[in-house]
């Protein structure tokens, strides 16, 4: 199999996301498309790592506790942190908890956004409602990249703790998953 550096990230995750839409017959709004591809790509950058640093429920707590203005934002990353973990991360028993926590910080989010701004962003009204859909889009997309766990795994063997700064700038695939040839 070989690997190649992929520059365009965005254009990389949006072409998997988009794919794996189509294959799990999930319809959705272009702003919501985005927003997933928005996410994909800071998973694989640095940004990514504070989607992953504390326990959803302290979040969510959190996230509830923050000031007008605040929370919405808050509950953006509950919801983003638990759309990650469920879709690229998670064990099958753990997917319902992060559904439940990522439907109800993601509705809140977009209640909160009507409530202080007028409008109701699509995305986040979409994802409230399609949450384990898109968990699915997900992990599906994560599968067609086959984003190479096995180099993640080989930083962990050699003991560097360094893997997100590899992924931050490049993104390396197979070629395989994309031409079917390894």
């Known amino acids: 199999m070989a690997i190649e550096a992929c520059a365009d990230l965005r254009g990389f995750f949006q ?5 794996a839409m189509r294959r799990q017959r999930v319809g959705a709004e272009a702003e919501t498309t985005e927003y997933v591809t928005d996410l994909l790509v800071a998973c694989a950058g640095t940004d990514g790592a504070a ?37 690229l991360f998670a064990a099958p028993d753990d997917v319902g908890y992060f559904t439940e926590v990522g439907k109800f910080a ?12 007028g409008g109701s962003p699509v995305a986040l009204v979409e994802l409230g409602e399609k949450f384990p859909e898109f968990v699915e889009v997900l992990a599906e997309a994560s599968a067609l990249g086959d984003v190479t766990k096995a180099l993640v795994r080989r930083y962990a063997a050699q003991g560097v703790d360094q893997p ?6 490049s993104m390396y695939v197979s070629t395989a998953s994309r031409d079917g040839r390894s």
């Open 15 to 19: 072409g998997m996301v988009l794919e």
């Open 51 to 87: 989607l992953l640093d504390r326990p959803l429920v302290w979040m969510l707590d959190d996230a509830m506790a923050c000031e007008d203005g605040v929370r919405m934002h808050a509950l953006c990353a509950t919801g983003d942190a638990a759309l990650a973990r469920s879709g």
């Open 106 to 117: 993601y509705r809140g989010a977009a209640a909160e956004a009507q409530r202080t701004g």
């Open 164 to 169: 997100k700064r590899c992924l931050s700038s």
